[in-house]
């Protein structure tokens, strides 16, 4: 990464809220990322690179998908460097983000996941990060049927043709 893209990530780190569209979210996946990466304490460049690449599918533009690199590295370096984070901490963030935005739901994707695990060679880290996959996928499903429950509250009945009106 060049200076002047240094430059420009440090800068909008300072002001996310202000010139980062739909910062939360960003946070929100980067928070996802960066749980299953740092279970690994020899994390290396392999899973960034599946971050990078998970990015430009979600985003297809690159400064987002930067921008999505470089918090996700600054979460993992706050949990390895136990810098008042730690793992169970993050799983708290997501669990309490996943709580006041549900729809934060929809962007837990176990299948951009799952890779990052393969650049794992120890076992018990492994074993691990698919635990925390595992967790990932029964959230994500949770808020599914959650969400299904309340759209068929809002549903008027119907018979055979027309609403009930009760």
């Known amino acids: ?21 739909h910062h939360s979210s ?19 460049d392999c899973e960034f690179d599946l971050v990078t690449k998970a990015g430009m599918d979600i985003y297809n533009d690159e400064a987002r998908t930067n921008t999505l690199l470089l918090t996700t590295k600054e979460y993992v370096k706050k949990v390895h460097d136990d810098n008042g984070l730690d793992i169970d901490r993050l799983v708290s963030h997501i669990v309490q983000d996943l709580k006041i935005v549900p729809r934060y739901a929809k962007k837990l994707n176990p299948s951009q996941l799952r890779p990052i695990i393969e650049c794992s060679t120890d076992e018990d880290t492994i074993t691990y990060q698919l635990n925390m996959l595992e967790f990932i996928s029964t959230l994500r499903d949770d808020y599914e049927r959650a969400e299904k429950a309340r759209e068929k509250k809002k549903r008027p009945l119907t018979l055979k043709g027309g609403p009930l009106h009760g």
């Open 1 to 21: 990464m060049g200076l002047r893209s240094k430059f420009r990530h440090h800068f909008a780190n300072a002001f996310r809220e202000l010139f980062i569209y």
């Open 26 to 44: 960003l946070e929100f996946r980067a928070k996802v990322f960066a749980m299953i990466i740092a279970a690994n304490e020899d994390a290396s």
